[in-house]
């Protein structure tokens, strides 16, 4: 095949890459494809993870085609060095072409190839605005990855960190109408026992959040889900006065059971 149809073919494979990762509801269908795309696409790959980084700065691997990536990237979290932190942290990609003579992850390194990897390539996952985590491919031969194993490795890189940054915020946006609509809920149910107005309902609610220590969305769900109120709230509506603005509760008896 000419240079221009390899070229061809590629392009229309990574358009129905991105569809097919774009088409993907949530966060974990989505790296779990990420992973199975990633070895039917790059040809030297044998098995791969993807490792993602939390906002409290640790590193995981949610995804992965084998318990075996499971555990060579457990290892590098255990041992803190390895090419998928250093993807994360350092430069965005590594090539590790024999593990057996590999110097730079002392550690880590034999202990992958004990477990019958020889080769990998990490390359990072991002966007321009954030890092979020690595693509780790792995291969059983030494010196698996060839230059356009690597073109291909970036290519996709960018289409699945593109993908991950869609599902995350399509899943904030429904997070978000789930919250409205709970709380929307809880202010009836308070609005409706006690003949509050809208504002009062949603003080009160803030106020006892804050009290507890319990968030605004988890404390409506609570309410939402058991259907009552709870005595705390109770509690909280006979303290009486509510923040400068939002009027005062009313203060009234629970109805008779």
Not at 76 to 96: H, N, R, S, T
Not at 114 to 132: A, C, K, W
Not at 137 to 146: G, H, I, N, Q, S
Not at 227 to 233: C, E, L, Q
């Amino acid at each position: 095949m000419s240079h221009d149809g390899q070229d061809f073919g590629r392009a229309r494979a990574f358009e129905q890459i991105s569809h097919d990762l774009l088409d993907t509801t949530g966060e974990q269908p989505t790296l779990a494809l990420t992973t199975q795309l990633a070895v039917e696409t790059v040809p030297a790959c044998d098995a791969c993870g993807v490792s993602i980084r939390r906002p409290d700065g640790s590193v995981d691997t949610p995804a992965c085609t084998s318990p075996l990536v499971q555990k060579a990237d457990a290892l590098q979290y255990e041992f803190g060095e390895g090419p998928c932190l250093d993807a994360v942290w350092k430069f965005d990609m590594y090539v590790i072409e024999d593990m057996r003579s590999e110097t730079r992850w002392p550690r880590w390194a034999p202990a992958a190839a004990d477990l019958g990897f020889r080769s990998i390539l990490s390359v990072r996952l991002d966007t321009p605005e954030r890092t979020l985590g690595g693509l780790n491919l792995y291969a059983r031969d030494p010196y698996a990855f060839d230059n356009t194993d690597v073109m291909i490795a970036s290519i996709f890189a960018r289409h699945a960190a593109n993908a991950l940054t869609a599902t995350r915020r399509t899943d904030g946006m429904q997070t978000a109408l789930r919250t409205r609509q709970a709380i929307g809920i809880a202010q009836g149910m308070l609005m409706q026992r006690y003949g509050l107005t809208l504002d009062q309902s949603f003080e009160l609610l803030r106020r006892y959040s804050n009290q507890e220590n319990i968030k605004l969305r988890v404390l409506a769900e609570q309410l939402v889900a058991a259907g009552t109120i709870t005595d705390g709230i109770e509690e909280t509506l006979a303290a009486g006065k509510l923040a400068p603005g939002a009027g005062t509760l009313r203060q009234v008896s629970p109805p008779a059971v």
